[in-house]
Structures are given as structure tokens and as C-alpha cells.
């Protein structure tokens, strides 16, 4: 079975500084991976994806995300962290389903913190 | 586009009772599924959708069911409420199965006593 490991529940950082989320995988064949972020009582936004080509990928609001292959890791980055980054990540990995459809595997979430 | 919406946004119930919660989406999106959220969990897949008539289980369907009789709605019925069943429910929704990225909407609060 795939999954996604978010290795920190919280991740402090002052604003203006660069900041990291990180992520790791387990699947089996080529990975299909996403980053979500949830604000306060609001659903889910998709930020991020990468399905193939080019290792970093960039998403909305300043995020990339830097796919590793031989670390199986899925990194989210961002070069200056503002207040309002302050958020509910979710790391995702793409499952296909026996009955066509397909299943999001997500991490446990790791709340961004970031001050002023 | 209004995008995925979903009805109640908070829903108090006794164990037992049953109800409905909405949702729907004005994208023509054919892929359809609900998750729920549950603290330390992320989110675990409920049930989907590959297009109208046709509906499959996720990794958590006991308690629930689903219909999608249009494209635009995929309601999921509890028929009788417990309180395991105490979560935060989002739909999501993409143009199709294959496609990679879902839409959510931004979810339903439901409280079983």
C-alpha cells in the first residue's frame, strides 16, 4: 500500500525566513505527488503537484516542492515564509483504485506556524 | 464556477438519526468522493465516483451511502448516526478518475451524540 509520512507535527518559523515541510513516500511504481494546504475551518487547496519532468516543482503563493527519487521524499519549500502561510499541510500520494477510481493517501498534517 | 459546495457546514446529531449531507459541483467534473478528516489522521477515503450511475467503495464505507443520479450532485447518507461517525466530511471532485488533481470543498462538521 502507498503512503506518506510527515515526520513533524509543527513547524515553527519567523517570517522572511525560508521554510521547509517535509514529506517521504512509499509506493510502488512511479509516484504521483501532492501538497494541500488547509486554512482555519476551510476546506482543502491544492498547491502542488509533481507527476514527472523536471524534480522541483512550482506551485501557488511562492511554494515549490523538491522531489527526490533515491531519498523518497517530496519536500515543500519556500524561500521567504509570510504570517499568512500559517496554515494545515497535507502531503498526498495518488493511488489508482480496482474500480477506476483514485485515492488520496494523505499524511497526518503539519501545522505551519509562522511569526513575526 | 462556484466549484465544489457542500451543505450543512455544521450538523449536531443524536445516535440513530439519519441524514444527508450535499454536495455538489458546477465544473462538469465526472469524479466525485468523499473524505473525512479525523485529527492525527489526514483524510481517509469514504466513497466515489467515476460518473453518474456508478459508485464504488473507499477504505472506510461502513455506515454510509452514496448515489450520483446527475454530474453535478454526490450526496453521502448516513442511515443511522454514531458517534464514530463524529468527523469533518469534505467532497472532492476532478474532471475525471485519471486526472490528478481533486477539488475540495470546504466541508461539512458533523457531531453525533
Known amino acids: 500500500a502507498q503512503s506518506v509520512a510527515q515526520p513533524e507535527d509543527q513547524v515553527n518559523v519567523a517570517e522572511g525566513n525560508p521554510l521547509t515541510v517535509k514529506c517521504t513516500y512509499s509506493v510502488s511504481g512511479n509516484p504521483y505527488l501532492f501538497w494541500y494546504v488547509q486554512y482555519p475551518n476551510r476546506g482543502l487547496q491544492f498547491l502542488l503537484k509533481?507527476?514527472?519532468?523536471?524534480?522541483l516543482v512550482k506551485g501557488s503563493y511562492g511554494f515549490e516542492a523538491e522531489f527526490n527519487k533515491s531519498q523518497t521524499s517530496f519536500h515543500l519549500k519556500k524561500p521567504s515564509a509570510l504570517v499568512s502561510d500559517s496554515a494545515l499541510y497535507f502531503c498526498a500520494v495518488r493511488d489508482i483504485l480496482t474500480g477506476g477510481g483514485n485515492k488520496l493517501t494523505f499524511g497526518t498534517g503539519t501545522q505551519l506556524k509562522v511569526e513575526l | 464556477n462556484a466549484g465544489v459546495t457542500q451543505t450543512p457546514k455544521f450538523q449536531v446529531l443524536k445516535t440513530g438519526q439519519s441524514m444527508t449531507l450535499q454536495c455538489a459541483q458546477d465544473?462538469?467534473?465526472?469524479?466525485m468522493s468523499w473524505y473525512r478528516q479525523d485529527p492525527g489522521m489526514g483524510l481517509r477515503l469514504i466513497h466515489y465516483s467515476v460518473g453518474a450511475g456508478i459508485t464504488d467503495q473507499g477504505e472506510v464505507p461502513n455506515g454510509y451511502n452514496v448515489s450520483r443520479s446527475t454530474t453535478e450532485d454526490f450526496p453521502l447518507r448516513l442511515l443511522s448516526a454514531a458517534p464514530s461517525q463524529t468527523s469533518v466530511y469534505f467532497c472532492?471532485?476532478?474532471?475525471?478518475?485519471?486526472?490528478?488533481?481533486?477539488?475540495f470543498g470546504p466541508g461539512t462538521r458533523l457531531l453525533v451524540l
Open positions: 465544473m462538469n467534473h465526472e469524479y
Open positions: 509533481y507527476i514527472t519532468g523536471d524534480n
Open positions: 472532492a471532485s476532478s474532471y475525471s478518475a485519471r486526472q490528478e488533481t481533486q477539488y
